[in-house]
């Protein structure tokens, strides 16, 4: 098992940018796809970003393309997001999440392990 924790979250006016951080802990997360996902009020929770294991391939929804980079260092078992040119709909609940799989996949189902979350609020 794995437990995630993230942090980095904050208010940021529309523009700015913010970086959040999942450390992991427990089994190494080395063995984990990684993925990001957020939730809105009245919302269901939707995908962000994942990044497989080593770190090679990497997949982000397209609301957010260009914008965000989701990254790893399995030395400190940290996975970040920077997100930079934030806009008000990008306002929520952001998840890290994980999965004991090589495979690349997006859907929220496919996650085994959550975090607790950390509010992202930007304003206009």
């Known amino acids: 098992q794995v437990q995630l924790v993230e942090s980095g979250g904050g208010l940021v006016q529309a523009g700015g940018s913010l970086r959040l951080s999942c450390a992991a802990s427990?089994?190494?997360?080395?063995?984990?796809?990684m993925g990001w996902f957020r939730q809105a009020p009245g919302k269901e929770r939707e995908f962000v970003a994942a990044?497989?294991?080593?770190?090679?391939?990497?997949r982000y929804a397209d609301a957010v393309k260009g914008r965000f980079t989701i990254s790893r260092d399995n030395a400190k078992n940290t996975v970040n997001l920077q997100m930079n040119s934030l806009r008000p709909e990008d306002t929520a609940v952001y998840y890290c999440?994980?999965?004991?799989?090589?495979?690349?996949?997006?859907?929220?189902?496919?996650?085994?392990?959550w975090g607790q979350g950390t509010q992202v609020t930007v304003s206009s």
């Open positions: 999440a994980a999965d004991y799989s090589p495979l690349m996949m997006v859907g929220a189902g496919t996650y085994n392990y």
């Open positions: 427990g089994r190494s997360s080395s063995g984990y796809r």
């Open positions: 990044i497989t294991r080593n770190g090679s391939n990497t």
